[in-house]
Protein backbone atom coordinates (compact mmCIF):
# COMPACT_ATOMS: atom_id res chain seq x y z
CA UNK A 1 0.00 0.00 0.00
CA UNK A 2 1.45 3.14 -0.68
CA UNK A 3 1.34 6.98 0.75
CA UNK A 4 -1.15 7.65 -2.28
CA UNK A 5 -3.46 4.89 -2.04
CA UNK A 6 -3.80 6.00 1.47
CA UNK A 7 -4.00 9.55 0.47
CA UNK A 8 -6.86 8.31 -1.57
CA UNK A 9 -8.93 6.53 0.82
CA UNK A 10 -8.15 9.31 3.66
CA UNK A 11 -10.02 11.73 1.07
CA UNK A 12 -12.44 9.42 0.69
CA UNK A 13 -13.23 9.28 4.32
CA UNK A 14 -13.32 13.36 4.74
CA UNK A 15 -15.35 13.66 2.02
CA UNK A 16 -18.05 11.10 3.07
CA UNK A 17 -17.75 11.45 6.70
CA UNK A 18 -16.63 14.79 7.62
CA UNK A 19 -18.05 16.53 4.41
CA UNK A 20 -14.24 18.05 3.42
CA UNK A 21 -13.74 18.11 0.12
CA UNK A 22 -10.04 18.04 -0.82
CA UNK A 23 -8.58 18.88 2.02
CA UNK A 24 -5.05 20.89 2.02
CA UNK A 25 -2.51 18.77 3.18
CA UNK A 26 -0.33 20.80 5.62
CA UNK A 27 -3.00 22.83 7.13
CA UNK A 28 -4.32 22.86 10.56
CA UNK A 29 -7.15 21.01 10.06
CA UNK A 30 -9.20 22.41 13.13
CA UNK A 31 -8.83 26.06 11.93
CA UNK A 32 -9.70 25.03 8.56
CA UNK A 33 -12.27 22.55 8.20
CA UNK A 34 -13.71 22.65 12.09
CA UNK A 35 -11.84 19.12 12.25
CA UNK A 36 -12.28 18.74 16.29
CA UNK A 37 -11.72 15.82 18.91
CA UNK A 38 -15.18 14.36 17.77
CA UNK A 39 -14.40 13.89 14.38
CA UNK A 40 -10.79 12.49 15.62
CA UNK A 41 -12.58 9.54 16.83
CA UNK A 42 -15.10 8.73 14.39
CA UNK A 43 -11.53 8.98 11.94
CA UNK A 44 -9.99 6.53 14.20
CA UNK A 45 -13.00 3.96 13.50
CA UNK A 46 -12.76 4.85 9.82
CA UNK A 47 -8.83 4.25 9.96
CA UNK A 48 -9.52 0.62 11.70
CA UNK A 49 -12.21 -0.21 9.19
CA UNK A 50 -9.36 0.55 6.24
CA UNK A 51 -6.73 -1.47 7.85
CA UNK A 52 -9.08 -4.57 8.79
CA UNK A 53 -7.49 -4.27 11.95
CA UNK A 54 -8.29 -2.88 15.90
CA UNK A 55 -6.02 -0.17 16.73
CA UNK A 56 -4.89 -0.65 20.60
CA UNK A 57 -5.51 2.31 23.07
CA UNK A 58 -2.16 3.56 22.97
CA UNK A 59 -2.26 3.74 19.08
CA UNK A 60 -5.29 5.59 19.74
CA UNK A 61 -3.47 7.78 21.98
CA UNK A 62 -0.99 8.86 19.26
CA UNK A 63 -3.33 9.96 17.45
CA UNK A 64 -4.47 13.26 19.69
CA UNK A 65 -1.47 15.21 18.89
CA UNK A 66 -2.41 15.16 14.99
CA UNK A 67 -2.88 18.16 13.40
CA UNK A 68 -2.61 17.97 9.08
CA UNK A 69 -3.48 15.64 7.01
CA UNK A 70 0.19 14.64 6.20
CA UNK A 71 0.29 14.10 10.12
CA UNK A 72 -2.32 11.66 9.15
CA UNK A 73 -0.90 9.82 6.48
CA UNK A 74 2.07 9.66 8.73
CA UNK A 75 0.07 8.42 11.01
CA UNK A 76 -1.56 5.29 8.99
CA UNK A 77 2.16 4.48 7.45
CA UNK A 78 3.18 4.24 10.61
CA UNK A 79 0.19 1.42 11.92
CA UNK A 80 0.67 -0.42 8.36
CA UNK A 81 3.96 -0.93 8.33
CA UNK A 82 3.46 -2.56 12.31
CA UNK A 83 0.83 -4.51 10.69
CA UNK A 84 3.40 -5.76 8.00
CA UNK A 85 5.90 -6.21 10.45
CA UNK A 86 4.02 -8.35 13.13
CA UNK A 87 3.18 -10.44 10.08
CA UNK A 88 6.27 -11.59 8.76
CA UNK A 89 7.40 -11.89 12.35
CA UNK B 1 -32.92 45.50 41.22
CA UNK B 2 -36.03 44.76 39.05
CA UNK B 3 -36.50 45.36 35.30
CA UNK B 4 -38.81 45.21 33.07
CA UNK B 5 -38.82 42.14 30.38
CA UNK B 6 -40.04 42.20 27.07
CA UNK B 7 -39.91 39.69 24.17
CA UNK B 8 -38.68 40.62 20.72
CA UNK B 9 -38.97 37.66 18.94
CA UNK B 10 -40.92 34.07 19.28
CA UNK B 11 -41.62 31.34 16.79
CA UNK B 12 -42.51 27.53 16.99
CA UNK B 13 -42.62 24.33 15.27
CA UNK B 14 -45.90 22.57 15.42
CA UNK B 15 -48.65 19.93 14.47
CA UNK B 16 -50.42 22.76 13.07
CA UNK B 17 -47.83 24.95 11.08
CA UNK B 18 -44.31 26.81 11.37
CA UNK B 19 -44.13 30.09 12.04
CA UNK B 20 -46.98 33.06 12.92
CA UNK B 21 -48.61 32.89 9.23
CA UNK B 22 -49.48 28.84 9.14
CA UNK B 23 -50.22 28.92 12.96
CA UNK B 24 -52.54 31.45 13.12
CA UNK B 25 -54.49 30.17 10.16
CA UNK B 26 -54.78 26.84 11.79
CA UNK B 27 -55.78 28.74 14.71
CA UNK B 28 -58.18 30.49 12.87
CA UNK B 29 -59.65 27.68 10.64
CA UNK B 30 -60.26 25.11 13.76
CA UNK B 31 -57.19 22.80 11.88
CA UNK B 32 -56.09 20.15 14.22
CA UNK B 33 -52.74 18.24 13.96
CA UNK B 34 -53.52 15.47 15.22
CA UNK B 35 -52.59 12.22 12.77
CA UNK B 36 -52.52 8.74 13.41
CA UNK B 37 -49.09 7.06 14.98
CA UNK B 38 -46.48 6.95 12.82
CA UNK B 39 -45.47 3.31 13.27
CA UNK B 40 -42.03 3.05 14.83
CA UNK B 41 -41.53 -0.91 14.17
CA UNK B 42 -40.63 -1.28 18.09
CA UNK B 43 -43.66 -0.84 20.39
CA UNK B 44 -46.30 1.23 18.30
CA UNK B 45 -48.06 -2.23 17.72
CA UNK B 46 -49.09 -2.64 21.59
CA UNK B 47 -50.13 0.90 21.97
CA UNK B 48 -53.57 1.04 22.49
CA UNK B 49 -53.63 5.02 21.67
CA UNK B 50 -53.46 5.49 17.50
CA UNK B 51 -52.90 9.12 17.70
CA UNK B 52 -50.29 11.30 17.96
CA UNK B 53 -49.69 15.27 17.13
CA UNK B 54 -47.40 14.98 14.56
CA UNK B 55 -45.02 17.56 12.50
CA UNK B 56 -46.01 16.28 8.86
CA UNK B 57 -44.71 19.02 6.88
CA UNK B 58 -41.14 19.15 5.55
CA UNK B 59 -38.44 21.12 7.81
CA UNK B 60 -35.41 22.57 5.71
CA UNK B 61 -32.36 22.89 7.98
CA UNK B 62 -29.30 24.62 6.83
CA UNK B 63 -27.19 23.13 9.65
CA UNK B 64 -23.19 23.21 9.12
CA UNK B 65 -22.41 19.34 9.39
CA UNK B 66 -19.81 20.60 12.46
CA UNK B 67 -22.93 21.77 14.02
CA UNK B 68 -24.96 18.39 12.57
CA UNK B 69 -22.78 15.68 14.26
CA UNK B 70 -23.97 16.55 18.02
CA UNK B 71 -27.50 16.94 17.22
CA UNK B 72 -30.60 14.64 17.66
CA UNK B 73 -34.07 15.25 16.04
CA UNK B 74 -34.84 17.04 19.19
CA UNK B 75 -32.15 19.52 18.72
CA UNK B 76 -32.65 20.27 15.27
CA UNK B 77 -36.65 21.44 16.37
CA UNK B 78 -34.24 23.34 18.98
CA UNK B 79 -31.92 24.90 17.05
CA UNK B 80 -34.19 25.88 13.99
CA UNK B 81 -36.44 27.92 16.40
CA UNK B 82 -33.17 29.45 18.07
CA UNK B 83 -32.21 30.52 14.41
CA UNK B 84 -35.66 32.03 13.60
CA UNK B 85 -35.88 33.80 17.23
CA UNK B 86 -32.51 34.94 16.39
CA UNK B 87 -33.24 36.93 13.30
CA UNK B 88 -36.45 37.81 14.45
CA UNK B 89 -34.98 39.53 17.52
CA UNK B 90 -31.66 41.24 15.53
CA UNK B 91 -29.83 41.54 18.30
CA UNK B 92 -26.17 42.36 17.53
CA UNK B 93 -23.40 39.67 16.83
CA UNK B 94 -21.15 41.07 19.66
CA UNK B 95 -24.02 40.66 22.26
CA UNK B 96 -25.27 37.46 20.96
CA UNK B 97 -21.56 36.08 21.94
CA UNK B 98 -20.49 38.32 24.33
CA UNK B 99 -21.67 37.04 27.23
CA UNK B 100 -24.67 39.09 28.00
CA UNK B 101 -27.19 36.44 26.27
CA UNK B 102 -27.87 32.85 28.16
CA UNK B 103 -29.76 29.79 27.28
CA UNK B 104 -32.92 28.41 29.28
CA UNK B 105 -33.92 25.82 26.49
CA UNK B 106 -35.07 21.59 27.77
CA UNK B 107 -36.95 19.11 26.56
CA UNK B 108 -37.96 15.73 28.48
CA UNK B 109 -35.68 13.46 28.49
CA UNK B 110 -33.12 14.65 25.11
CA UNK B 111 -32.94 12.41 21.85
CA UNK B 112 -35.05 9.55 22.87
CA UNK B 113 -34.01 7.98 19.18
CA UNK B 114 -30.54 7.88 20.27
CA UNK B 115 -31.47 6.44 23.48
CA UNK B 116 -32.87 3.76 21.78
CA UNK B 117 -30.02 3.07 19.10
CA UNK B 118 -27.64 3.02 22.10
CA UNK B 119 -29.58 0.83 24.40
CA UNK B 120 -30.31 -1.65 21.19
CA UNK B 121 -26.41 -2.16 21.10
CA UNK B 122 -25.82 -2.01 24.71
CA UNK B 123 -28.27 -5.06 24.67
CA UNK B 124 -27.41 -6.60 21.77
CA UNK B 125 -23.82 -5.99 21.36
CA UNK B 126 -21.98 -9.34 20.84
CA UNK B 127 -18.26 -8.41 20.21
CA UNK B 128 -16.32 -5.45 20.27
CA UNK B 129 -17.07 -3.89 16.71
CA UNK B 130 -21.16 -3.40 17.66
CA UNK B 131 -19.87 -2.06 21.07
CA UNK B 132 -17.71 0.48 18.61
CA UNK B 133 -21.26 1.64 17.67
CA UNK B 134 -21.80 3.66 20.35
CA UNK B 135 -20.52 6.86 18.51
CA UNK B 136 -18.25 9.95 20.16
CA UNK B 137 -21.71 11.86 19.97
CA UNK B 138 -24.41 9.48 21.21
CA UNK B 139 -23.75 11.77 24.66
CA UNK B 140 -24.21 14.69 23.19
CA UNK B 141 -27.18 14.14 21.28
CA UNK B 142 -29.35 12.41 24.10
CA UNK B 143 -28.38 14.34 26.97
CA UNK B 144 -31.17 16.29 28.80
CA UNK B 145 -29.46 19.35 28.12
CA UNK B 146 -28.59 18.91 24.45
CA UNK B 147 -31.43 21.44 22.59
CA UNK B 148 -29.44 24.19 25.08
CA UNK B 149 -26.03 23.49 24.33
CA UNK B 150 -26.37 22.76 20.48
CA UNK B 151 -28.32 26.16 21.01
CA UNK B 152 -24.88 27.52 22.67
CA UNK B 153 -22.50 25.87 20.04
CA UNK B 154 -24.23 26.45 17.04
CA UNK B 155 -24.89 30.29 17.69
CA UNK B 156 -21.61 31.07 19.76
CA UNK B 157 -24.08 31.83 22.92
CA UNK B 158 -21.68 32.51 26.20
CA UNK B 159 -24.12 33.19 28.57
CA UNK B 160 -25.61 31.36 31.12
CA UNK B 161 -27.82 27.98 30.27
CA UNK B 162 -30.44 26.73 32.40
CA UNK B 163 -31.84 23.35 31.02
CA UNK B 164 -34.75 22.35 32.92
CA UNK B 165 -36.16 18.87 32.54
CA UNK B 166 -39.53 18.65 34.44
CA UNK B 167 -41.24 17.33 31.47
CA UNK B 168 -44.39 19.19 30.53
CA UNK B 169 -43.64 22.36 32.87
CA UNK B 170 -39.74 22.36 31.11
CA UNK B 171 -40.40 25.28 28.95
CA UNK B 172 -42.81 27.13 31.30
CA UNK B 173 -39.66 27.10 33.32
CA UNK B 174 -37.23 28.08 30.56
CA UNK B 175 -39.40 31.27 30.13
CA UNK B 176 -40.16 31.60 33.81
CA UNK B 177 -36.54 31.11 35.20
CA UNK B 178 -35.25 33.27 31.91
CA UNK B 179 -36.96 35.97 33.22
CA UNK B 180 -35.88 35.81 36.12
CA UNK B 181 -32.56 35.99 35.19
CA UNK B 182 -33.32 39.42 33.13
CA UNK B 183 -35.81 40.83 35.66
CA UNK B 184 -33.15 40.26 38.51
CA UNK B 185 -29.72 41.36 36.33
CA UNK B 186 -28.03 38.20 35.75
CA UNK B 187 -28.26 38.28 32.39
CA UNK B 188 -29.37 41.24 29.79
CA UNK B 189 -31.24 38.89 27.39
CA UNK B 190 -32.32 35.28 27.40
CA UNK B 191 -33.46 32.86 24.45
CA UNK B 192 -35.89 30.53 26.15
CA UNK B 193 -38.23 27.53 24.84
CA UNK B 194 -38.53 23.94 24.95
CA UNK B 195 -38.76 20.92 22.27
CA UNK B 196 -39.55 17.50 22.14
CA UNK B 197 -38.87 14.86 19.16
CA UNK B 198 -41.23 12.45 17.86
CA UNK B 199 -41.21 9.63 20.53
CA UNK B 200 -43.50 6.60 21.39
CA UNK B 201 -41.94 5.63 24.49
CA UNK B 202 -43.79 8.60 26.09
CA UNK B 203 -47.06 7.76 24.21
CA UNK B 204 -46.02 3.91 25.95
CA UNK B 205 -45.91 5.45 29.66
CA UNK B 206 -49.00 7.49 29.36
CA UNK B 207 -51.23 4.49 27.28
CA UNK B 208 -50.20 2.61 30.11
CA UNK B 209 -51.21 4.95 33.09
CA UNK B 210 -54.75 4.61 31.12
CA UNK B 211 -54.15 8.24 30.46
CA UNK B 212 -53.69 8.81 26.34
CA UNK B 213 -56.85 8.49 24.13
CA UNK B 214 -58.28 5.48 22.60
CA UNK B 215 -61.27 6.42 21.40
CA UNK B 216 -60.60 8.38 18.29
CA UNK B 217 -58.34 6.13 16.87
CA UNK B 218 -60.39 6.37 13.55
CA UNK B 219 -60.61 9.95 13.94
CA UNK B 220 -57.55 11.54 15.11
CA UNK B 221 -58.57 15.22 14.36
CA UNK B 222 -61.29 14.80 16.96
CA UNK B 223 -59.48 14.30 19.97
CA UNK B 224 -57.79 15.73 22.28
CA UNK B 225 -60.87 17.07 24.17
CA UNK B 226 -60.14 19.29 27.08
CA UNK B 227 -63.46 20.13 29.11
CA UNK B 228 -65.42 18.12 27.00
CA UNK B 229 -67.83 15.41 28.53
CA UNK B 230 -66.55 12.85 26.03
CA UNK B 231 -62.90 13.69 26.81
CA UNK B 232 -60.63 10.10 27.07
CA UNK B 233 -57.40 11.55 27.43
CA UNK B 234 -54.04 13.15 26.26
CA UNK B 235 -52.46 12.70 22.86
CA UNK B 236 -48.72 12.98 23.09
CA UNK B 237 -47.02 15.51 20.13
CA UNK B 238 -43.89 16.50 18.71
CA UNK B 239 -43.32 20.33 18.20
CA UNK B 240 -40.61 23.65 19.93
CA UNK B 241 -40.95 26.70 20.66
CA UNK B 242 -38.96 29.82 21.48
CA UNK B 243 -39.17 33.50 22.94
CA UNK B 244 -36.39 35.72 22.98
CA UNK B 245 -36.67 38.01 26.47
CA UNK B 246 -34.87 40.82 26.69
CA UNK B 247 -34.42 43.96 29.43
CA UNK B 248 -36.70 46.65 28.41
CA UNK B 249 -34.58 49.65 28.32
CA UNK B 250 -31.96 47.67 26.09
CA UNK B 251 -34.46 46.45 23.87
CA UNK B 252 -35.59 50.16 23.72
CA UNK B 253 -32.33 51.68 23.18
CA UNK B 254 -31.65 49.26 20.16
CA UNK B 255 -34.99 49.63 18.67
CA UNK B 256 -36.06 46.23 19.14
CA UNK B 257 -40.09 45.37 17.67
CA UNK B 258 -41.42 44.37 21.48
CA UNK B 259 -44.31 41.58 21.05
CA UNK B 260 -44.95 41.35 24.33
CA UNK B 261 -43.87 41.97 28.01
CA UNK B 262 -43.77 38.92 30.72
CA UNK B 263 -44.52 40.68 33.90
CA UNK B 264 -45.23 37.45 36.46
CA UNK B 265 -43.67 34.11 37.12
CA UNK B 266 -44.63 31.38 39.54
CA UNK B 267 -43.56 28.20 40.06
CA UNK B 268 -43.63 26.11 43.36
CA UNK B 269 -44.44 22.15 43.73
CA UNK B 270 -47.24 19.79 45.03
CA UNK B 271 -45.05 18.22 47.81
CA UNK B 272 -46.83 15.05 47.64
CA UNK B 273 -47.89 12.53 44.93
CA UNK B 274 -46.02 12.47 41.77
CA UNK B 275 -49.21 12.05 39.64
CA UNK B 276 -52.14 12.85 40.57
CA UNK B 277 -53.19 16.35 40.04
CA UNK B 278 -53.30 18.65 42.61
CA UNK B 279 -55.99 21.18 43.54
CA UNK B 280 -54.13 22.88 46.60
CA UNK B 281 -50.61 23.26 44.22
CA UNK B 282 -52.29 24.34 41.05
CA UNK B 283 -54.20 27.07 43.00
CA UNK B 284 -51.27 28.16 45.12
CA UNK B 285 -49.44 28.21 41.66
CA UNK B 286 -52.00 30.85 40.14
CA UNK B 287 -51.70 32.90 43.30
CA UNK B 288 -48.52 32.95 42.98
CA UNK B 289 -49.19 33.99 39.45
CA UNK B 290 -50.90 36.99 40.12
CA UNK B 291 -49.24 38.08 43.04
CA UNK B 292 -46.02 38.15 41.05
CA UNK B 293 -47.20 40.11 38.46
CA UNK B 294 -48.62 42.85 40.82
CA UNK B 295 -52.12 42.05 39.05
CA UNK B 296 -55.63 41.14 40.32
CA UNK B 297 -58.02 38.72 38.95
CA UNK B 298 -60.15 40.97 36.90
CA UNK B 299 -56.89 42.26 35.04
CA UNK B 300 -56.79 38.72 33.07
CA UNK B 301 -58.60 38.40 29.58
CA UNK B 302 -57.37 35.02 28.65
CA UNK B 303 -55.98 31.96 30.25
CA UNK B 304 -54.21 29.23 28.45
CA UNK B 305 -55.04 26.44 30.66
CA UNK B 306 -52.85 23.13 31.04
CA UNK B 307 -55.51 21.43 29.66
CA UNK B 308 -54.21 17.63 28.74
CA UNK B 309 -57.89 16.62 28.30
CA UNK B 310 -57.29 13.45 30.98
CA UNK B 311 -60.33 12.91 33.45
CA UNK B 312 -59.21 14.15 36.51
CA UNK B 313 -56.79 17.12 35.94
CA UNK B 314 -59.09 18.73 33.33
CA UNK B 315 -61.22 19.13 36.46
CA UNK B 316 -59.15 20.00 39.10
CA UNK B 317 -57.58 22.50 36.85
CA UNK B 318 -61.29 24.15 36.55
CA UNK B 319 -61.48 24.25 40.04
CA UNK B 320 -58.90 25.92 40.75
CA UNK B 321 -58.92 28.32 37.98
CA UNK B 322 -62.82 29.15 39.49
CA UNK B 323 -61.19 29.71 42.75
CA UNK B 324 -58.84 32.07 41.69
CA UNK B 325 -59.06 33.66 38.63
CA UNK B 326 -63.52 33.54 38.68
CA UNK B 327 -66.13 32.81 35.99
CA UNK B 328 -64.52 35.55 33.42
CA UNK B 329 -61.38 35.34 32.04
CA UNK B 330 -61.75 33.46 28.67
CA UNK B 331 -60.64 30.23 29.16
CA UNK B 332 -59.37 28.11 26.03
CA UNK B 333 -57.11 24.43 25.90
CA UNK B 334 -54.39 25.07 23.35
CA UNK B 335 -53.65 21.33 23.18
CA UNK B 336 -56.96 20.55 21.52
CA UNK B 337 -55.11 22.11 18.69
CA UNK B 338 -52.26 19.60 18.55
CA UNK B 339 -51.85 17.35 21.78
CA UNK B 340 -49.18 17.45 24.01
CA UNK B 341 -45.99 19.04 23.00
CA UNK B 342 -44.58 17.34 26.38
CA UNK B 343 -41.27 19.54 26.93
CA UNK B 344 -42.10 22.26 24.15
CA UNK B 345 -45.89 22.95 25.33
CA UNK B 346 -45.26 25.97 27.53
CA UNK B 347 -43.03 27.85 25.37
CA UNK B 348 -45.72 26.74 22.10
CA UNK B 349 -48.72 27.84 24.23
CA UNK B 350 -47.10 31.03 25.39
CA UNK B 351 -46.05 31.91 21.25
CA UNK B 352 -49.72 30.84 20.65
CA UNK B 353 -50.87 33.60 23.18
CA UNK B 354 -48.50 35.87 22.25
CA UNK B 355 -49.96 35.88 18.00
CA UNK B 356 -53.94 35.70 19.23
CA UNK B 357 -52.20 39.41 21.33
CA UNK B 358 -50.92 40.54 17.94
CA UNK B 359 -53.92 39.38 15.67
CA UNK B 360 -56.99 40.27 18.10
CA UNK B 361 -58.63 37.19 18.33
CA UNK B 362 -59.03 34.08 20.34
CA UNK B 363 -59.18 30.65 19.26
CA UNK B 364 -61.59 28.51 20.57
CA UNK B 365 -60.87 25.02 22.45
CA UNK B 366 -61.26 22.29 19.39
CA UNK B 367 -63.34 19.24 20.41
CA UNK B 368 -65.20 21.14 22.91
CA UNK B 369 -68.44 19.92 22.04
CA UNK B 370 -70.56 19.53 25.03
CA UNK B 371 -68.69 20.93 28.47
CA UNK B 372 -68.04 18.80 31.19
CA UNK B 373 -70.38 20.00 33.99
CA UNK B 374 -67.74 19.31 36.18
CA UNK B 375 -65.52 21.97 34.05
CA UNK B 376 -68.88 24.21 33.50
CA UNK B 377 -67.39 26.98 36.19
CA UNK B 378 -64.97 29.08 33.99
CA UNK B 379 -65.28 31.15 30.36
CA UNK B 380 -64.45 28.61 27.85
CA UNK B 381 -64.21 29.57 24.72
CA UNK B 382 -65.90 27.62 22.35
CA UNK B 383 -65.87 29.63 19.15
CA UNK B 384 -63.66 32.07 17.82
CA UNK B 385 -63.73 35.64 18.57
CA UNK B 386 -62.12 38.99 17.88
CA UNK B 387 -60.86 40.06 21.67
CA UNK B 388 -58.19 42.74 22.36
CA UNK B 389 -56.25 40.51 24.93
CA UNK B 390 -54.25 42.42 26.97
CA UNK B 391 -53.09 40.54 29.78
CA UNK B 392 -52.90 36.69 29.51
CA UNK B 393 -52.04 33.79 31.89
CA UNK B 394 -50.10 30.30 30.25
CA UNK B 395 -50.36 27.55 32.85
CA UNK B 396 -48.63 24.38 33.42
CA UNK B 397 -48.58 21.11 35.41
CA UNK B 398 -46.42 18.27 35.38
CA UNK B 399 -45.24 14.90 36.26
CA UNK B 400 -43.68 15.32 39.28
CA UNK B 401 -45.74 17.67 41.05
CA UNK B 402 -44.22 20.61 39.14
CA UNK B 403 -46.61 23.48 38.80
CA UNK B 404 -46.14 27.00 36.89
CA UNK B 405 -47.84 30.43 35.79
CA UNK B 406 -46.73 32.79 33.59
CA UNK B 407 -48.53 36.23 32.95
CA UNK B 408 -48.14 38.29 30.13
CA UNK B 409 -49.02 41.38 29.29
CA UNK B 410 -49.09 43.50 25.30
CA UNK B 411 -46.82 45.46 25.39
CA UNK B 412 -48.23 49.26 25.24
Known sequence: ?89 | MERRVVITACSAITPIGHGRQQIVESLQKGASGVRTLREDELITRFIHSRVYGTVDYPIVYDFARQHRKTMGPVAYYACQVAKEVLAQAGLPQDFVTGGSLGIAFGSIHGSPTVQRDIYKIFFEAKDKATYQGIGAVDYLKSMVHTTAVNISKMFGITGRIISSGTACTTSSQSIGFGYEAVKYGLQDAMLCGGADEYDTITVAVFDNLLACSTAYNDHPERTPRPFDQDRDGLVVAEGAGAVMLEEYEFAKKRGATILGEVIGFACNSNGGDLILPNLEGITKTLQLGLRNAGISAPDLDLVSAHATATKMGDIIEAQANAAVFGPDPYVVALKSYMGHTMAACGAIETVLTLYMMQEGFIAPTLNLESVDERCAMINHVRKLIEYPVKTAAIQNFAFGGVNTSLIIRKFS
Open chain 1, 1 to 89: MTRQDIEKEVRKIFLKEFEVENPELDVNLREAYGFDSIDAIELLLEIEKFLGSELTQDEKKLAMDIRTMNQILDYIEMLASRRAAATEK
